[in-house]
């Protein structure tokens, strides 16, 4: 059995010449339905990384109860001395607690490779802020000076948006600043903002002494409880509290999932056409051997045979499309940088990620395509009645 299956597959492979223009059809198509799916997870991994690589499990995040991202926290200058005292709190060498009360505004930027407008987050930090950051470094220009308007950007921004150059002059809202520092988180979430001081952006913006967040250094990731029991204790506080590590991996399933729900539903609609092409394909196939099989089926090859060279056939060209448009993605598309709508409603920017799990998805969904494509042309090779040696 063993024996006529390869000696039927080999058959059918020598004969794909004579169907290069099918099947070269049903490869590129079902490469093209490989890349248009493994593009939209390159982009979900890319940014699922970007913000679950962000963050420690030492730093806690606080925002008013019940608010989903800092936009719609509300916290006051009162509620950060308080947290300034909680237990769990760790202090610097000279004693100051590290807490950081921050906010945000909304500015436009500049897309370097579309030239459209894109929204921004414009932070207002603390002196602790640079401290409650991971791998935090300048890496060109200097700091901000607290009282002035002076910026520094992420090296995100520098990357996907023009006008943020060091020493540059930019316009945000109605207000003038000066960029005087680019810094660099090692390419986390906060790589795609832009500092400055806190009473700058307070004063600028009318926001009294309100701030949207508090970002505090824990003495140890357990003291999270400690501190989360104080809050509940104390009536003036009202918070939600999350180790940073959690808080942004929350962040990311919201943009991660839409990108899904839309590259999936993109893929299965092109599998269809592709499908019916390699079903044209393996049809012509059986077709043009017609003779062949029956000739094979007369000398006491067996249908089984016929039908299992059939698919296999269809199966390697499937495997050959998804290999292709897999290698192409990963060429094109992996470790490019790009930005996205976040859930705070500003720009994201992050690297596309072309995984080894997302290339299996990409290839088993090709030889789906294939088997099902293949499968019906395999049962009529199955069928091919014996007088078909007749056949002129």
């Known amino acids: ?88 709190i760790a202090r610097d060498a000279a004693g100051t607690p590290i807490v950081s009360g921050e906010l945000y505004v909304i500015v436009d930027g500049l897309k370097r490779a579309s030239q459209t407008e894109a929204n921004l987050p414009l932070r207002g930090v603390g002196p602790e802020a640079q401290s409650l950051r991971q791998g935090f470094s300048i890496v060109e220009g200097r700091t901000y000076e607290p009282g002035t308007n002076e910026l520094i950007v992420g090296e995100g921004i520098i990357r996907e948006f023009s006008g943020f150059d060091v020493g540059q002059t930019v316009r945000l809202g109605s207000n003038e600043w000066v960029v005087v520092g680019v810094f660099s988180t090692g390419g986390s979430v906060f790589d795609s903002e832009i500092w400055t001081d806190l009473t700058v952006i307070q004063n600028l913006y009318q926001r009294g002494t309100s701030v949207q967040s508090i970002r505090a250094r824990l003495t140890s990731p357990e003291a999270i409880e400690e501190l989360t029991a104080y809050a509940e204790n104390e009536p003036r506080l009202n918070l939600d509290i999350q180790n940073e590590v959690d808080y942004f991996a929350g962040q990311a399933g919201g943009t991660s999932n839409l990108i899904m729900y839309l590259g999936w539903p993109l893929a299965i609609a092109m599998a269809i056409g592709a499908l019916a092409g390699a079903w044209n394909t393996m049809y012509s196939s059986v077709d043009t051997r017609m003779r062949e099989i029956a000739t094979l089926r007369a000398i006491g090859f067996s249908g089984f045979a016929a039908a299992i060279g059939t698919m296999v056939e269809s199966l390697i060209l499937a495997a050959l499309g998804g290999l292709i448009g897999a290698v192409a993605v990963y060429l094109m598309f992996n470790g490019v940088s790009a930005s996205t709508l976040g859930s705070g409603f500003t720009q994201v920017v992050f690297s596309f990620a072309v995984t080894s799990g997302s290339i299996i998805t990409g290839i088993v969904l090709a030889l789906i395509v294939g088997f099902l494509g293949g499968l019906i042309p395999a049962i009529r090779a199955a069928t091919v009645p014996l007088l078909a040696v007749h056949r002129s």
């Open 1 to 88: 059995m063993f024996d006529q299956i390869a000696a039927v597959t080999l058959i059918n492979l020598r004969s794909i010449p004579q169907r290069a223009l099918l099947s070269g059809a049903t490869v590129f198509s079902i490469a093209l339905v490989v890349m248009v799916l493994l593009g939209f997870l390159a982009m979900s991994n890319g940014f699922k990384q970007t913000l679950q690589g962000t963050g420690a499990t030492d730093v806690a995040v606080m925002l008013r109860t019940g608010s989903q991202t800092e936009l719609n926290s509300g916290l006051s200058m009162d509620q950060v001395r308080l947290i300034e005292e909680a237990p769990g």
